[in-house]
C-alpha cells in the first residue's frame, strides 16, 4: 500500500499564507462592524427595558405580584430545565424588573410568598 501527502516537508503550499492574511483581515473588520452598532443597541435595550418598567408601573398591585410570581416560576422552570446559563440570565431581566416594581410600589415580601 502506498500512502500519499507530504514526508518530511513543513513547508505551506504555495498560497496559503494569503489565504490565512485574508481570512484575518476579514475577521478584523467584521469585529470592527460589530463593535460599531454595539452602542446603538446598548441605547435600544435600555431603551426597551425602560418601556417594560413603565407598563410594569401601570400595572395594579396583585398584577405586580402576579407578574413576580408568573416570571420567578418561568426562571426556575428552565433553571430546572437545565436550560444554558445565557438564557437563564435573559430569563432573569423580566424578575428583577417585576421585583424592583414590586419593592419601590412597597409591597413587602411576604405578601410576595403568600
Given at each position: ?9 513543513d ?6 499564507e ?8 476579514s475577521?478584523?473588520e467584521r469585529?470592527r462592524?460589530v463593535?460599531?452598532q454595539?452602542p446603538?443597541?446598548v ?26 410570581a408568573f416570571s420567578a416560576?418561568v426562571?426556575?422552570?428552565l433553571?430546572l430545565a437545565g ?6 440570565a ?5 424578575t428583577?424588573?417585576?421585583?424592583r416594581?414590586a419593592?419601590q410600589?412597597g409591597?413587602?415580601?411576604?405578601r410576595?410568598?403568600n
Amino acid at each position: 500500500m502506498t500512502k500519499t501527502g507530504s514526508h518530511g516537508t513543513d513547508q505551506a503550499e504555495p498560497g496559503t499564507e494569503d489565504a490565512g492574511d485574508d481570512a484575518a483581515a476579514s475577521l478584523m473588520e467584521r469585529g470592527r462592524a460589530v463593535a460599531d452598532q454595539l452602542p446603538e443597541a446598548v441605547d435600544s435595550a435600555r431603551g426597551m427595558i425602560e418601556a417594560a418598567q413603565g407598563q410594569i408601573d401601570d400595572l395594579s398591585d396583585q398584577g405586580v405580584i402576579a407578574a413576580v410570581a408568573f416570571s420567578a416560576g418561568v426562571t426556575v422552570g428552565l433553571f430546572l430545565a437545565g436550560a444554558p446559563r445565557l438564557i437563564l440570565a435573559l430569563a432573569l431581566l423580566p424578575t428583577a424588573i417585576t421585583v424592583r416594581s414590586a419593592v419601590q410600589r412597597g409591597v413587602r415580601p411576604s405578601r410576595l410568598v403568600n
